[in-house]
C-alpha cells in the first residue's frame, strides 16, 4: 500500500467546509437570527477559508491535477510563504476559525467540518507533509516521431493488400483492374 497524503484529504474537507460556513453564514444574516454576528462573521471567514484553499497542493508523487482558474489564487498563496505552506498554521488557523462558528445553529454544521478540517492538518503536518504549488507545465509541440504511421486512405472495411482493386488510367472499358480473375 502507498502513503497516503493526509493534506489532499484535509484541502476537500477544509474547502468544503468553507463553503458550508459561507451558506450558513448568510442563512443566519438573511434570517436575522438572534446572534447573526456571529453570521457575519461566518461568512467573512467561509470566504477565507475558500480563497485560502482553493488552490491545490503538488502531490509527492504521481500528476498532480490543478482546479480551474486556482493559477491566480496559487500566486496569493505562496506570496504569504510560510504562513500559509506550513499545514501546523493551517491546522491552528482553521481551529480558531471555526470556535465562533458554534455559538449559532445555523453555522454549527461548517465549524464542526472545519474542526475535522483541522485535525486532518495536524495530521498530514505530524507526517511531514507541507504546501508546494503546482506550477503550470510549457508543454513543447514538435514534429511526431518518425515511428508514427500515416493514416489509412482506404475506408473501413478493408481488405487485405494483395485483393485490393487497383486502378488502371490506361484501360477505356473499366474504372478498376479486378486482381480475381471472373468466370464466365
Not at 18 to 47: C, E, P
Not at 109 to 131: D, F, K, N, P, T
Request: glycine share 10%; proline share 10%; hydrophobic share 40%.
Amino acid at each position: 500500500m502507498g502513503k497516503i497524503e493526509w493534506a489532499m484529504w484535509a484541502n476537500e474537507q477544509a474547502l468544503a467546509s468553507g463553503l458550508i460556513l459561507l451558506t450558513g453564514g448568510i442563512v443566519g444574516v438573511a434570517g436575522q437570527f438572534r446572534g447573526w454576528q456571529f453570521a457575519a462573521y461566518a461568512i467573512a471567514a467561509g470566504a477565507f477559508v475558500c480563497l485560502l484553499e482553493y488552490p491545490r497542493s503538488k502531490r509527492a508523487k504521481g500528476t498532480s491535477v490543478e482546479r480551474t482558474g486556482q493559477y491566480c489564487f496559487t500566486v496569493c498563496v505562496k506570496s504569504f510563504g510560510p504562513l500559509t505552506r506550513n499545514y501546523y498554521v493551517r491546522a491552528f488557523l482553521h481551529a480558531v476559525i471555526c470556535v465562533p462558528g458554534g455559538f449559532m445553529l445555523a453555522t454549527v454544521l461548517g465549524c464542526v467540518c472545519l474542526g475535522i478540517a483541522s485535525i486532518i492538518y495536524l495530521a498530514a503536518a505530524i507526517r511531514g507533509e507541507h504546501w508546494e504549488p503546482i506550477v503550470p507545465r510549457k508543454e513543447t509541440v514538435g514534429p511526431p516521431p518518425a515511428d508514427i504511421k500515416n493514416p489509412p486512405q482506404n475506408p473501413p472495411p478493408r481488405p487485405p493488400p494483395e485483393t485490393r482493386r487497383k486502378r488502371v488510367d490506361d484501360l477505356e472499358g473499366a474504372a478498376y483492374d479486378n486482381p480475381i480473375p471472373v468466370q464466365d
